[in-house]
């Protein structure tokens, strides 16, 4: 009997661990209309630490600091300035008053292509295009999956400006990333928003950066530059924020951390509301109308919230009827739909907004 009884609770844990383990597939990184709101801790806590790798860990970030912020919006890559260097691309990052950056978007990957803005500093718009693009992400990510990567560009560009009395007509950028990849680490993480399950990619990074620049008075190429630099990074990813939840990175070749990287989100923490059939909502993308079908025997709420976990609606759904809502007011991108009854949440699904 005592037997038998150990093997079933060993059979309870072993599931309630798999459980545990989320998986990031391309459903958990931004879409087109998508924007996600990065915050800058550039004097982080010192208990805010990557630890050790390993299963069922905590990781304690409730003091992270606001100390800058950023939002990045994501559009088609025709709609930007540099769509005819990018048609390999399908999305666009802006960064306002940086840069674009371009993306392909896959169930399999994310891929990036380059950038382009005022790349040299000098005012020109240019396009910085990958002749091997970036590995950024492989699809689906779960605890000890991994992969290498290597990417590189080799671009010339015009200068034209005058430094320390010698006219530069042009400048060379060479730079190649070697990139291992391995989710070494899953467990609970808690930041200034609450808890949330994650998994942890431990990223490691070596770029070998060089400069040329042409000088007119001498019509030849001359070394400017050269960095070899190795940068760790540790990237905390959940469930439906978008992004990493959290990202620590390091200055290159040290183990200082240069500042800690983090969003506010309100995640969809597990799978475990979404096989509610009573309650059904349609279409998905939506554009200008979202139906909401309760075939169930009792009344709930739908409450719609954005990524930062803002309330947009708040709806009671009688029993066995059918919603209408018009969202055309409400600004593209990812949205999160919970179902509520008398006893709490039932039901939590994405949406995304497109109109």
């Known amino acids: 009997m005592k037997k038998h009884l150990l093997i079933i609770v060993s059979l309870m844990i072993m599931t309630l661990m798999v459980r545990a383990q989320i998986t990031i597939t391309q459903t958990d990184f931004p879409n087109i209309g998508t924007s996600t709101n990065w915050i800058y801790d550039t004097l982080p806590a010192g208990s805010i630490v990557p630890g050790i790798a390993g299963s069922n860990l905590t990781w304690d970030f409730a003091l992270l600091h606001s100390h800058t912020t950023s939002t990045y919006n994501y559009v088609t890559t025709s709609s930007t300035p540099f769509a005819s260097s990018f048609a390999m691309a399908n999305m666009s990052a802006i960064i306002p008053g940086t840069y674009y950056y371009y993306v392909?978007?896959?169930?399999?990957?994310?891929?990036?292509?380059?950038?382009?803005?005022?790349?040299?500093?000098?005012?020109?718009?240019?396009?910085?295009?990958?002749?091997?693009?970036?590995?950024?992400?492989?699809?689906?990510?779960?605890?000890?999956?991994?992969?290498?990567?290597?990417?590189?560009?080799?671009?010339?560009?015009?200068?034209?400006?005058?430094?320390?009395?010698?006219?530069?007509?042009?400048?060379?950028?060479?730079?190649?990333?070697?990139?291992?990849?391995?989710?070494?680490?899953?467990?609970?993480?808690?930041?200034?928003?609450?808890?949330?399950?994650?998994?942890?990619?431990?990223?490691?990074?070596?770029?070998?950066?060089?400069?040329?620049?042409?000088?007119?008075?001498?019509?030849?190429?001359?070394?400017?530059?050269?960095?070899?630099?190795?940068?760790?990074?540790?990237?905390?990813?959940?469930?439906?924020?978008?992004?990493?939840?959290?990202?620590?990175?390091?200055?290159?070749?040290?183990?200082?951390?240069?500042?800690?990287?983090?969003?506010?989100?309100?995640?969809?923490?597990?799978?475990?509301?979404?096989?509610?059939?009573e309650i059904i909502t349609f279409p998905n993308p939506v554009m200008d109308v979202l139906n909401i079908n309760n075939s169930g025997n009792e009344n709930v709420y739908a409450v719609i919230y954005d990524i930062t976990g803002r309330e947009i609606i708040n709806i009671l759904l009688n029993a066995n009827n059918l919603v209408t809502l018009n969202v055309v007011d409400i600004e593209n991108g990812m949205y999160i739909v919970k179902i509520y009854n008398k006893s709490g949440i039932i039901k939590s699904e994405k949406i995304m907004i497109n109109h």
């Open 104 to 277: 392909n978007s896959s169930p399999s990957s994310v891929q990036m292509w380059g950038l382009g803005g005022n790349i040299l500093g000098t005012g020109t718009q240019l396009a910085l295009v990958y002749n091997n693009s970036e590995t950024m992400m492989k699809f689906p990510s779960t605890y000890n999956s991994s992969f290498t990567d290597t990417s590189f560009y080799n671009r010339k560009f015009f200068y034209g400006q005058t430094v320390s009395g010698y006219y530069i007509d042009s400048v060379r950028e060479k730079q190649t990333n070697y990139i291992t990849s391995l989710f070494d680490a899953w467990g609970n993480l808690t930041t200034p928003d609450g808890t949330f399950p994650v998994i942890r990619q431990n990223l490691v990074k070596h770029t070998i950066d060089s400069t040329w620049v042409r000088v007119q008075a001498f019509s030849m190429w001359l070394a400017y530059s050269h960095k070899n630099d190795t940068t760790q990074s540790y990237a905390y990813y959940t469930n439906g924020a978008n992004e990493a939840l959290v990202n620590i990175i390091y200055y290159p070749d040290s183990n200082v951390i240069k500042e800690v990287d983090w969003i506010h989100a309100t995640p969809v923490a597990t799978d475990d509301y979404t096989l509610n059939n």
